[in-house]
């Protein structure tokens, strides 16, 4: 059983800076790939990005590619979502997830646990 609970989001300017934080209960967190998803109003739940289980290997969407940055510290059980260069179309409730696939996912099915998000809005 894990326990996910995200931090971080709140209201920033466009062109701004975000860090976003999970941090997971339990002592396996190593034994768990890493995700970011993002949903916005009316919209479907998408991936942002993944990160595996060692954090040796790292997977993100197109959209954020090259802004955002995930990043995991297995000692303190904590993922991270390191978002720049923030526009309108990044705001969205901020979801981080659990997978026990080993070197990290894009699909929202295989991901077993989900913390409950964070929201992120970007003013112009």
């Known amino acids: ?3 996910l609970v995200e931090s971080g989001g709140g209201l920033v300017q466009v062109g701004g800076s975000l860090r976003l934080s999970c941090t ?3 002592r396996t967190f190593s034994s768990y790939a ?6 916005a109003p009316g919209k479907d739940r998408d991936f942002v ?3 595996s289980r060692s954090g040796g290997r790292t997977y993100y969407a197109d959209s954020v590619r090259g802004r955002f940055t ?3 510290d297995n000692a303190e059980n904590t993922v991270y979502l390191r978002m720049g260069s923030l526009n309108p179309e ?4 901020y979801y981080c997830a659990a997978s026990t696939h080993a070197y990290g996912t894009i699909y929202p099915h295989e991901y077993g646990y989900w913390g409950q998000g964070t929201q992120v809005t970007v003013s112009s």
């Not at 890493?34 to 949903?39: A, E, K, L, Y």
């Not at 990044?90 to 409730?93: L, Q, R």
């Open 34 to 39: 890493m995700g970011w998803f993002r949903q």
């Open 49 to 51: 990005a993944t990160i």
């Open 24 to 26: 997971a209960s339990g």
């Open 70 to 72: 995930i990043s995991r």
């Open 1 to 3: 059983q894990v326990q």
């Open 90 to 93: 990044d705001a969205a409730v």
